[in-house]
């Protein structure tokens, strides 16, 4: 097993990377040959090109200087020709200690003896300046010009000397970097070639195999346990080969081994959803029907098959449910249902049916499927059960009121003898007392419930500042919570709109908000009622720093005859909550509790707030 996988991927790229340390190599050695032959201009024959020029020019300044000095120019015209000479002689030596090219020394030989002569020839000139004045520009065009010229040419000759050598390297240095283009270019494209055909070989060799494999895996996909893999190769590949067949053998046998069993299962679960009493119909994603188990079908009064692949609208015209079905299969999650929209009445059989329905996604071993279950529960017992125990509370509470009316005059007719009885007669007699407005006040409070339950209690509802509630329902209670040692404030926001409520009953349930807050609320504690515009809603805050109410209480808090569990019960029955919410839900309002137990609690009433209303409208 020498050619592993690793192995033959190593030896494609180390192909690849063999030519471009080939090309790399090339090319150093073709850019440090461009490099000597530029080197070679430049050390050659720049230098000599720059002594030259530099030469003919301190030779013409200084023979300027001659011509002004014969003119008679003012100034230092003698150290100006010193200065000149000196250059000259600089560049000249400059240009000795560069000779490099044959001819060059003869020249500057040359150009050394000419120079001498063309002194000889100042000094003559400046000798008849002195002497004789009026023969000097005579003596400098017979004299001194020839000289100059003779020295020019020479530098000139130099000059041009360099030129062409330099001209020549130019051309061997384009002739050296024309052979590097094509040697880095053959290379180069051999690389590419070696490079492309050993990449396209390897990866024939290491793709081949994996088709197969994709190819197997999408068998196995479509049902076909029958296929195997050969292998080729003693590699990695050849032995995920053999693993797969291995694989493969292992699902036929879970195949044949589970078949009668996953059959088994789903005749066990179409056999539950046929006889449960609860109506279930499946919704694929596009909100058709996909399965309707009888009670379902029964409840729409069609067959089973009459309905299965039909849009939902179709089957169970009920918009509501329709939204929710949407809105599962739009979030993958179940919908938010308000408690009292959860019931839909149909007539079914010559009588009103009542069902509560839920909506959930499909979901199987913790992953959503694309669908949506539906429930239909048969309420209608459930709901006369209610209506009877309701009209029962409804009747029993008004039955009670006029004995207990009775037994109270009773007792306060008994009252006004009491300077006849005993202490231990006048205890019983107040105690009977305080059970008798404890009873009334009970009677009281279910016979409230009933009628905003059923709808019939009368509400006056009209447009009230809000802050006038929460200013009103402090007002009632601060006496009680001074004497308690509570400190009772009123926060409000400046222009907070009004609300339409009944004034009264709204003030009932901030009252009762109120008392329970300061009844679990310790001496030296704090109640804090404020109220704050919340886009179209006005929310009023119940807040104390009391015991809290703990987590499991909280779900059940609204509830009817619930109380928290302790001594600071007083001797409630557990309905001013539930009066308290089912009269914020008649007002078309909510309310909740968020509390962390031995920090607190506070209540939330959320009431739709009204658009003030122009000036000079009258409401």
């Known amino acids: 097993m020498f050619w592993t996988l690793r192995r033959k991927m190593l030896a494609g790229y180390g192909i690849t990377l063999a030519f471009a340390v080939v090309v790399l190599a090339v090319g150093l050695v073709n850019l440090f040959r461009l490099g000597q032959a530029s080197d070679a201009i430049l050390r050659e024959n720049y230098r000599s090109i720059f002594a030259a020029e530099n030469m003919i020019g301190a030779a013409q300044r200084h023979n300027s200087a001659l011509l002004l000095l014969a003119l008679g120019e003012p100034g230092d015209l003698a150290g100006h020709m010193a200065r000149e000479e000196s250059d000259f002689r600089l560049w000249l030596r400059r240009a000795r200690d560069n000779v490099t090219i044959k001819g060059e020394a003869a020249l500057i030989e040359q150009i050394a003896q000419q120079h001498a002569a063309y002194l000889q020839a100042v000094e003559s000139f400046l000798q008849v300046l002195r002497d004789r004045p009026g023969d000097a520009m005579r003596v400098h065009r017979e004299l001194v010009g020839p000289q100059l010229a003779r020295l020019r040419e020479t530098c000139e000759a130099l000059h041009e000397l360099n030129k062409i050598t330099m001209a020549g390297a130019s051309d061997r240095a384009k002739r050296v970097a024309r052979v590097a283009i094509g040697s880095m270019t053959l290379v180069g494209l051999g690389s590419v070639v070696i490079g492309i055909t050993s990449s396209l070989m390897l990866s024939a060799w290491i793709v081949r195999p994996v088709r197969q494999l994709i190819e197997a895996t999408r068998q196995i996909a479509a049902g076909n346990y029958e296929v195997t893999l050969r292998a080729t190769s003693r590699d990695e590949v050849g032995g995920l080969a053999e693993s797969f067949n291995l694989m493969v053998t292992k699902l036929r046998a879970y195949r044949d081994l589970n078949v009668q069993q996953i059959v088994a299962e789903k005749r066990k679960s179409e056999t539950i959803l046929r006889n449960i009493d609860d109506g279930v119909l499946v919704v694929d994603e596009r909100r058709r029907v996909t399965s309707v188990n009888p009670a379902a079908a029964e409840v729409l009064g069609l067959a089973e098959e ?88 409804m009747t029993a509470s008004h039955e009670l009121r006029t004995p207990l009316t009775s037994i109270g005059m009773s007792i306060n ?207």
């Open 306 to 393: 009459a309905t299965e692949g039909k849009p939902l609208e179709e089957v169970f015209a009920h918009p509501d449910l329709c939204r929710y079905v949407e809105q599962t299969l739009a979030t993958g999650r179940a919908p938010t249902v308000e408690e009292n929209k959860t019931y839909l009445s149909l007539p079914i059989g010559g009588r009103e049916m009542h069902y509560q329905f839920a909506v959930a996604p499909m979901q199987t071993a913790g992953q959503t499927m694309p669908g949506a279950l539906i429930l239909l529960r048969n309420v209608t017992k459930l709901r006369e059960l209610n209506r009877l125990k309701d009209e029962f509370v």
């Open 413 to 619: 007719l008994l009252w006004e003898k009491a300077a006849s009885l005993s202490e231990g007669e006048r205890e019983l007699l107040r105690v009977a007392q305080e059970e008798v407005e404890r009873l009334k006040a009970l009677v009281n409070e279910l016979l409230d419930l009933s009628r905003i339950e059923t709808g019939k209690i009368e509400l006056t509802v009209s447009r009230v500042p809000a802050g006038s509630l929460v200013a009103d329902a402090v007002a009632a209670l601060r006496p009680q919570a001074e004497e308690r040692g509570i400190e009772l404030t009123c926060e409000l926001e400046d222009d907070l709109p009004s609300v339409l409520v009944d004034a009264a009953k709204m003030t009932s349930v901030l009252t009762n908000l109120i008392g329970n807050a300061l009844r679990y609320t310790d001496r030296g504690g704090h109640v804090c009622v404020s109220a704050e515009a919340a886009g179209k809603w006005v929310h009023l805050y119940v807040r104390d720093d009391g015991v809290g109410i703990p987590y499991e209480d909280q779900a059940r808090i609204f509830d009817r005859f619930v109380q928290l569990s302790g001594a600071r019960a007083g001797g409630g029955a557990g309905l001013g909550l539930a009066i308290a919410k089912e009269t914020v839900r008649a007002l078309r309002g909510a309310i909740w509790v968020e509390s962390d137990p031995g920090r607190g609690s506070v209540f939330i009433v959320a009431l739709p707030s009204v658009t003030p209303r122009p000036a000079g409208e009258k409401s």
